[in-house]
């Protein structure tokens, strides 16, 4: 159905994880691949083995650093020479060097901008003039960090949520040239970037309460949601998807996403269109319209308890109220709450 017969992919950092796992999705779609990575060893290995499992496509290994423009380059004369051009580019490779700010220095920094950022402002620059010969596709691996945080990733939250944000505006410039721009936001994958969180019992086990697939992802799913964005069908028709794409996380995000009104109506200690934020029942992922016809309901049942006028607008909880209000509401203590800003 997402046939990628005849088309050329580019994928960044393919030598494991996420990147291998995209290029093998692809090159089972059809594609011709260019896997590349900063370690020869491993992109040549991964190549042969990649050229093994799937003899009816072309698949070829590049060393380059994306952080280096020469290399760039030189991987894109690579690409033209062989002749087919380039219809899918994959910015995949990236770092997670996490350091609390106060002891970091500016190398560290500087590494995880040109890695994770920087690199995918010139390798799609680069890659451009390829890519509009005859229509094309850009995936931007982003993150679920693009959008929320925890303490010492502030470099790599950072750079990924502006990978997000240069994959919208990069959208809006290029889809005049029939090339459709897509990111990516994986939640919490298995892979060796994340070896160390697996490892941390405590954030492990937060990860696992709070993701409702209740396990970690694998590289195989986020690299389906790759295929499908580079399909060739959506080359011609113009994609419907554009700019920022979908979560990859098992629901950590709508999770997160349902905590969060709560804990910004538990800040504010406002009242929510006149609702008091009370007990919600249900599961975190539960659907936010049925959670709000819950308050709206209990609302009533409280206000006609408490013989209070419903405040609108932005009102302290009354004291009775806050007794009756959802545990995290009412700033009952969290403790894992400290690990991810919501
Ligand atoms: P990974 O297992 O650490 O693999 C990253 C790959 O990128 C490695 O092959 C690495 O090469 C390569 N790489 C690093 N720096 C490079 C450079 N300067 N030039 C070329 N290649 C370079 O990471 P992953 O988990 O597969 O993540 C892949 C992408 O998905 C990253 O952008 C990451 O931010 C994003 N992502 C991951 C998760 C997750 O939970 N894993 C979630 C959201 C987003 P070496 O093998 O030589 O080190
Ligand atoms: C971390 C993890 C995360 C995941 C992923 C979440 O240290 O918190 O590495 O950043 O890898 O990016 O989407």
Known sequence: MFSLNGKTALITGSGRGIGLAIAEAMAHQGANIFLSDINSSVVERAAGELAEQYPNVAVRGLTFDVTDKAQIESAMQTIRDAGNGLQI?????????????????????????????????????????????????????CSLMSEIARPTVSPYASTKGAVRQFTRALATEWAEHNIQVNGIAPGFIATDMNIPLMEDKELNDYIMRHTPAKRWGKPSEVASVAAFLASSKRIKRGAICRGHGPHVGGGLHAALELERGHARARHRGEVLDDAVVVRAQGTLARNRLQAHARLAHEVKRQTARLGAQPAVGRAPLTQEAREHAHPRVAGANCPVREHLEL
Request: no cysteine.
């Open 89 to 141: 580019l994959v910015n995949n490779a990236g770092i997670n060097l996490r350091e609390p700010v106060a002891d970091m220095d500016d190398a560290l920094w500087q590494k995880m901008l040109d890695t994770n950022l920087t690199s995918v402002f010139r390798v799609s620059r680069a890659a451009f003039p390829m890519l509009k010969e005859k229509g094309g596709k850009v995936i931007n691996l």
